[in-house]
């Protein structure tokens, strides 16, 4: 009997599962297996850049956020300088240049930078003040936050 009605659960469970579709437009508001396709996802337009979210906070159980950054050139910052207290920022360029700035919170170092190229990697540790401009007319990087969510 016992196994019977795990049996019983374990097919309800797989047929809510089978139910909602692997394939999403946007990441979904829990932790649960997609497909995004590309060019999906909650675009979110900032003057020129439009940032895309693939997985977010809650698609992700908190873990991490991933999204697109797509821009023009700009003679100006992407961001303003600013910090975060609890979240590690990572930079990947994947076309075009843009440039990274970096200064610890609690350090008498100077400002790093760095140009990063198709295929650069950047990473910005909590307490850690940072902004990047982006240098080419068609730049797009991806940008892994963790954990998921933003401060």
């Not at 990063?116 to 007319?137: E, K, R």
Request: aromatic share 10%; with cysteine; net charge negative.
């Amino acid at each position: 009997m016992k196994i019977y009605t795990f049996l019983l659960g374990l097919s309800a469970r797989v047929a809510s599962i089978a139910s909602a579709s692997l394939v999403v437009d946007t990441a979904p508001d829990e932790l649960r297996a997609y497909v995004l396709p590309k060019n999906h996802g909650e675009a979110v337009k900032i003057g020129d850049q439009v940032y895309r979210f693939s997985v977010t906070g809650p698609s992700s159980g908190g873990a991490f956020s991933l999204l697109q950054t797509n821009a023009p050139e700009s003679t100006s910052l992407g961001v303003l300088p600013h910090i975060h207290k609890t979240h590690y920022e990572n930079f990947y360029c994947t076309r075009g240049r843009f440039q990274l700035w970096a200064e610890s919170y609690n350090s008498t170092s100077e400002q790093q930078t760095r140009v990063l190229t198709q295929g650069d990697y950047g990473a910005v540790p909590h307490s850690t003040y940072h902004t990047f401009q982006v240098l080419d007319p068609d730049t797009q990087m991806t940008g892994v936050i963790q954990p998921g969510g933003s401060s």
